[in-house]
């Protein structure tokens, strides 16, 4: 399966205690911890001794990860280290909990289910100095992951789902704009879209620039910039990352990674902005039938304002993915 070759996001870095931290990704459980050097390691969320759930044990002074049924210990490779019923013991290498890659960037865990030469999703603004970054989420959806980007990659819903705030319904025309197939799923530029209010900062309703670009197969980013004169931050800009962990093929976690060009106000105000605009979208993405993507261009209708998710769905045809997707 072509997922599980791929970075995934499944748990905030900050979240990450002296503690277990149970996650499910594509189907499968995972545990997480940090070894006794802080590095996030992932295993499989089942003891290969009797198949407890490793999630439920404890991690030690040492950094390992103890078992809550027989006090099995493993390490971050997956090598059991001890098993306390006989001390003498020396666990072979046959003894051993399936071991998956485990990382830390853009605030949050990533992991790999399988080996892979897939890189993380490309956040741009990330090393941008003068863009200020904070995460916003979870948010459990009952939806593919797919249908998520989807929804991002969107523009003609803003009139109707987001009426006052990102659009109105007496301005929902879609101009043109250029769709190109990228390496790692697509490009969108010159998108258009008139906005009662774009931003935190939102003086006066604006024509607002949007520039679209899939990173991933469940990874996308978006960057705005609204006309000159209708924040009340000069110079705003914003650039946010949609990352989406698919759980399951119908359920999915949701995280935004903001970048945006305010150093003042509080991250929990920022935090609401973005709350509020996905808020507003969970409902309709959890009404969708099916909940999967379809990838088969006949199976729903579509018209030129939608050019840029038919172009997601080509690509991820291509590209073999098939979880989240019908």
Known sequence: ?????????????????????????????????????GVVQALADRCPHRGARLSLGRV????????????????????????????AFVPPATHCARRHEACEAQGLVWVRIAPGSAALPLFAAE?????????????????????IIENFLDMSHFGFVHE?????????????????PTPTGLLATGCKAWQPQSNLHSTAAAQVE????????????????????????????????LFVCPITPVRSRV?????????????????????????QDQPV??????????????AELHTAADKASSAYRRFLRQSGITFGVC
């Not at 594509?26 to 070894?35: C, G, K």
């Not at 006052?164 to 190109?180: F, K, Q």
């Not at 991250?267 to 996905?278: N, S, V």
């Open 1 to 37: 399966m072509v997922e599980s070759t791929l970075w995934h996001p499944v748990a905030l870095a900050g979240d990450m205690t002296n503690a277990p931290l149970a996650v499910q990704l594509l189907d499968q459980p995972l545990v997480l911890w940090r070894d006794g050097l």
């Open 60 to 87: 030690t002074a040492q950094g390992q990860l103890e078992c809550p049924y027989h006090g099995w210990q493993f390490e971050g490779s997956g090598q059991c280290t001890h098993v306390p019923a006989l001390p």
């Open 127 to 147: 090393d941008d100095a003068r863009l200020r970054k904070l995460n916003c989420g979870p948010y459990d959806v009952a939806a593919s992951a797919p249908r």
């Open 164 to 180: 006052g705030w990102l659009g109105s319904r007496d301005a929902t025309a879609i101009d043109d704009y250029r769709v190109e």
């Open 210 to 241: 949007y520039t679209y670009e899939v990173t991933a197969p469940y990874a996308a980013v978006l960057t705005k910039v609204p006309e000159a004169g209708s924040t009340a931050v000069d110079g705003w800009r914003e650039s946010i990352a």
């Open 255 to 279: 995280w935004f990674r903001l970048a945006v060009a305010d150093f003042d106000s509080p991250d929990e105000k920022l935090q609401a902005f973005q709350h509020t605009i996905f808020t």
């Open 285 to 298: 993405l959890e009404s969708q039938m099916p909940p999967c993507l379809p990838l088969d261009l006949r």
